[in-house]
């Protein structure tokens, strides 16, 4: 990661997670400067349209993990932007369903959350995605009294200016507030002056976090994302959608972290596909974590992974609070 831009959160490397009074410190700085802005970016929208890869290109960092697969992000990341004149606290949130569980209860819950307490929204589509689809979503956001960048993902996919001409006409019907940006995040295109227009938004205020803060997640936060991230590109149907990972040792020693995790999954056929013939499936999505997670801390890693069978957590309260996704 780049180191320039801002703190890189693996340097919060101890086992226990920060308070909010250690992440927050901003707001009294006295060397911040006049005029200085500070906002909410919060990036909503349905799933797979690119709201995580839209996110790490704004924020300049591999904050949220990235796959072809829906429901990839089940959490609201916060992704921070600091300059000497500005503080930007993106969001990247879960792509807006209609739940099927509790899990994607808390995810929309999520979602929903970020249309409350934004600066600016931005709404991300795609020129595939039916724009009918979760139209209630779409008329709170049509609603919203806050500035609305509606963000047309992936328009390398088009053929020609015709088709995008029709798309942009079909959505100014839909968010006929909303200032409309064509974009590829995947190739970086236009994503310049979409960041430029944000900081036009930002209202005048002194920063939320620390000037030197990233992101809102602690070290052990990426841990688990980066071996789901290579769960749900390993494995196909249910299984990646049935598991969870818990980070349950993290010990750092001179240029060596050792990290103990648990893989958790809903039934013993599911621990069997995860685990592989031999162990080979498990060994696999342990190398390929253990080389993403060395790169992201700059240090060796030792990576143990286990796998054990939580019946039905996706639907159990109490195990979503200890995972995280109900307070």
Same mark, same amino acid.
């Given at each position: 990661m780049n180191e320039n831009k801002n703190v890189n959160p693996a340097e919060e490397t101890g086992a226990e997670i920060k308070s909010i009074d250690e992440i927050l410190g901003g707001m009294t700085s006295p060397n911040v400067k006049e005029g200085h #802005?500070? /906002? !909410?970016?919060?990036? *909503? /929208?349905?799933?797979n349209v690119g709201k995580s890869t839209l996110m790490n290109d704004l924020v300049g960092e591999r904050v949220s993990i990235i796959t072809s697969k829906a429901q990839t992000t089940r959490h609201r990341i916060m992704g921070i932007v600091n300059t000497p004149d500005y503080q930007i606290v993106f969001s990247d949130t879960p792509g807006v369903l209609k739940p099927k569980y509790k899990l994607q209860e808390s995810m929309l819950e999520f979602s929903e959350g970020a249309l409350t307490d934004a600066d600016v929204l931005l709404?991300?589509?795609?020129?595939?995605?039916?724009?009918?689809?979760? %139209?209630d979503f779409l008329a709170r956001v049509a609603k919203e009294d806050v500035p609305v960048l509606l963000v047309?993902? #992936?328009?390398?996919?088009?053929? @020609?200016q015709d088709d995008?001409? %029709?798309?942009?006409?079909?959505?100014k019907a839909l968010l006929p507030k909303a200032e409309i940006f064509p974009t590829s995040a995947?190739?970086?295109?236009?994503?310049?002056? +979409?960041?430029?227009?944000?900081?036009e938004l930002l209202?005048?205020?002194?920063?939320?976090? @620390?000037?030197?803060?990233?992101?809102?997640?602690? %070290?052990?936060? !990426?841990?688990?994302?980066?071996?789901? &991230? #290579?769960? +749900?590109?390993?494995?196909?149907?249910?299984?990646?959608?049935s598991t969870e *990972?818990?980070? &349950?040792? !993290?010990?750092?020693?001179?240029?060596s972290i050792h990290i103990m995790a648990v893989v958790y999954v809903e039934r013993d056929s599911q621990k069997g596909i995860l685990i592989g013939k031999g162990g080979s499936m498990l060994k696999?999505? @342990?190398?390929?974590?253990?080389?993403?997670?060395?790169?992201? !801390? /700059?240090?060796?890693?030792?990576?143990? +992974?286990f796998v054990k069978v939580e019946p039905n957590w996706r639907n159990r309260e109490n195990k979503l609070k200890a995972f995280g996704y109900v307070e």
């Open positions: #802005k500070a /906002g !909410f970016v919060n990036i *909503v /929208g349905n799933p709404y991300v589509t795609d020129v595939v995605e039916d724009p009918t689809k979760n %139209a047309i993902n #992936k328009i390398d996919l088009l053929k @020609g995008l001409i %029709a798309i942009v006409d079909r959505w995947l190739e970086k295109f236009n994503t310049s002056n +979409l960041m430029k227009r944000i900081v209202p005048v205020s002194a920063p939320y976090f @620390g000037k030197d803060a990233l992101t809102d997640k602690p %070290a052990r936060f !990426f841990v688990t994302e980066i071996i789901r &991230e #290579k769960i +749900l590109l390993n494995y196909d149907k249910e299984v990646p959608y *990972v818990i980070v &349950e040792k !993290f010990e750092e020693k001179p240029g696999r999505v @342990g190398m390929e974590s253990r080389k993403d997670i060395e790169t992201f !801390f /700059g240090k060796r890693v030792f990576l143990e +992974l």
